[in-house]
């Protein structure tokens, strides 16, 4: 799992990830962007599941798209390619799944926008086959963003509590390994292109080959929420 944040305000849309990634097993395989950026395209994503940000854009490079819409009609293909290279190398593995969330300057519209983009089975939207809109944002792991508003929240200034708070929650797999570290990065679109702020919040705790958890390693964030034990 990964902390994967994107949200619209009609001017902008944002990016709010962290960067850790993890074997199987809940120990760190290592420490990576999990975003990628077009800047020619006036887009960026995340991606979620067992898949690098290297191993997206290299798949996109070969491809060579123009449009945003050839990157965003690449993804379903790419992203079911790497389901079954993680398949070959992890057999049986419970979480072998991949997804993107997509921000992009909507030309058309002249707005910010947000997709997200699946290996398989999402709602087909305005004739864009595994593509739904996600509206004006999502919070993963999920949260009640009750005492949030998409629509004026900075991510320099809340991003950086979103992916505390996002911390505490521990693996699906593996009740005693925490799923969100290393450090935490955020990126925006607007109608002039992106902007990259890396490191708004680091881990240097965290370790290559061992599990986040332990009291040690986790602070109790500003409460933000109300709902995921926070």
């Keep these: 799992m990964t902390a994967h944040n994107v949200w619209t305000q009609g001017h902008a849309a944002h990016i709010v990830a962290d960067a850790a990634s993890y074997w199987p097993d809940g120990t760190i395989e290592g420490f990576q962007s999990k ?24 798949h996109v490079v070969k491809a060579a798209p123009v449009t945003q819409r050839d990157v965003i009609e690449l993804m379903p293909v790419i992203l079911r390619t790497i389901v079954s290279e993680n398949e070959a190398v992890f057999p049986g593995d419970p979480v072998n799944c991949a997804c993107i969330s997509a921000i992009a300057w909507d030309e058309a519209t002249e707005r ?37 508003s998409f629509e004026t929240m900075d991510p320099l200034e809340v991003g950086a509590d979103i992916l505390r708070a996002q911390r505490l929650w521990t ?15 955020a990126i925006s679109v607007t109608r002039d292109g992106l ?16 599990r986040i958890g332990g009291a040690s390693t986790l602070h109790q964030p500003r409460r933000l929420f109300v709902s995921g034990g926070i």
Excluded: N
């Design 35 to 58: 975003i990628v950026a077009f800047p020619d395209q006036k887009m960026a994503m995340v991606g979620q599941g067992r898949l690098s940000s290297t191993r997206i854009l290299g």
């Design 171 to 185: 693996s699906p797999q593996h009740s005693d390994c925490h799923v969100v570290g290393g450090y935490g990065e």
């Design 195 to 210: 902007s990259l702020v890396s490191r708004i919040i680091e881990w240097p705790e965290d370790a290559i080959g061992q």
């Design 112 to 148: 910010a926008v947000v997709y997200s983009v699946g290996s398989g089975g999402d709602a087909v939207v305005g004739g864009d086959p595994y593509v739904r809109y996600r509206g004006k944002g999502t919070l993963s792991p999920p949260m009640d963003a009750a005492h949030l």
